[in-house]
């Protein structure tokens, strides 16, 4: 009998899940271990921050859908990998608190065979002063944060109706943030839901990012073939920012927010402020800063995980210029360097590297992307690891076989540009792959034909179906593993 025990409910964590329970036996535990009761498909947070959509309709309750499908969930949180077990086992266990309200606070050691860190990010707000729910900007990050953005949203438009001008502010609220897709998407629905409002011309809408150009979106921009030319994610945003009269801050990173104002800098060495009447601005990303010991409770953690808190697996982590970085930096099999049974996967693996060029100010602030860890590829290696797992477990290997490096992997990301089924629109892009490989396509790093982006209505119909087939996926519906990541 194995127990394989899985931190984390959200995208990864969850396929990792469902798929243990259908690859192994049920002589086999598989334990979830997450704080929240909810699963959230996130990326519909966005029309909730809109309020074109209410929470209840992005989250369902987990335990239901555990409890069919044989999965032992425990609401809690990890707070501690002892991978080498201690004095009173040679099982590698790990420490939670449970957050369930009927044993709030309790502590508890699970004992594992092999754990999944699919622990997602740490909404990183400290980092810059007066950013956050807690500060002075809004968020879509869960959908709590989406909620409250859209009361606020709603009072914005309210003054707008009233007659009084107003300024959004919407994007990332640090150097090194990364999701500037999720910014892009909640900018274009909220410049809907205005022209929708009939307030747009009162409202200037402001788009302020880290990133170098427009359509980077963190991977570098995209280039692919239109109409036997080549064209770039940046002409194609560039010209959407000027239809609908949105405003950008490049190469920003915001050193604090007061209430109504920010302050931020510029990668030409200047600095300004801005007054905003609603902000929404994402935060950085860091990992949920779990600490590890070894067997005699010595304190590894800086072994297991990187100085970001994620956790360190097969990447090559080795410093190196950008024209030295190449595909097999990037992990394949989420496997832990230091322990064969401990797996990392989602945001929760620590990347090698940025997709898109660091660059710093003059003062040596970083600013510019981190690189994303979007939801079909968290998908692909949620499943990738609940097979190489299976297989150990079964004998079928005695390593894992089953590789899922997002420089071998495509991805399909649809950015809603405003939420409608006769009026909305979305961007939709895919790219093969998703880290570039200029070994295997010299030049571009990327496919020219499996790259590609298209803007219309379509796209809106498309992400409204990902977002009802994903939940029917995550609730573990028939015929769910025939969805795919
Ligand atoms: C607003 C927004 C919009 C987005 N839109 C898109 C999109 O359109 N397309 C796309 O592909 N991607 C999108 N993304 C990115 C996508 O949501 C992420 O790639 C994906 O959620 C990552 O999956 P994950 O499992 O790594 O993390 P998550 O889905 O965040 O899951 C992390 C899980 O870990 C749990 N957890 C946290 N701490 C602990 C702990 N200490 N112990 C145990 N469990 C813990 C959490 O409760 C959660 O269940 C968007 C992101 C945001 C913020």
Redesign the pocket.
Known sequence: MARVVV?????????AALHLRRLLDKQHEVVV????SQ??W?????WV?VGRMKPSQVTFPLKPVYDKHGVDFRQ????ALHPEGDERTSKGYVD?VYTDPARAGETQSIEYDYVVN?????LNFAATPGLGPDGHTV????YGH?DEAAKQLAGVIAKLKAGQRQTLVIGVGHGTCT?E???F??TFNVEHELREAGVRDLAEIIYLTNEYELGDFGVGGLNFKQNGFVTTSKLWTESLFKERGVKSILRAHVQKVEEGRLFYETLDGSADTLDFDFAML?PPFRG???QAFAKDGSDITATVFAPSGFLKVDADYTAKPVDEWKAGDWPSTYVSPSYPNVFG????FAPPHPISTPRKAPNGTVISPAP????????L??RAVAMNIADMITGKSNTPQHHASMAEMG??????AGAGFTKGSAASMTMYPVVPDYDRFPGYGRSLTETTGEIGLAGHWM?HL?HVMFIYKAKGKLGWSMIPE
């Open positions: 931190l984390g409910a959200g995208i990864s964590g969850h396929t271990v997450s704080p929240n699963w959230n996130i990326p519909s947070n966005i921050g809690a949180k990890a707070v939670v699919a622990t997602g990010p740490k968020s879509v990050c869960t989406a999701c897709g999720a910014a998407e909640y994402l949920q800063d779990l996967v989602g945001i929760a994303p860890r979007t939801g079909m590829p968290s998908g290696m949620g991805a399909a990301c649809v950015a809603s992400k990902l």
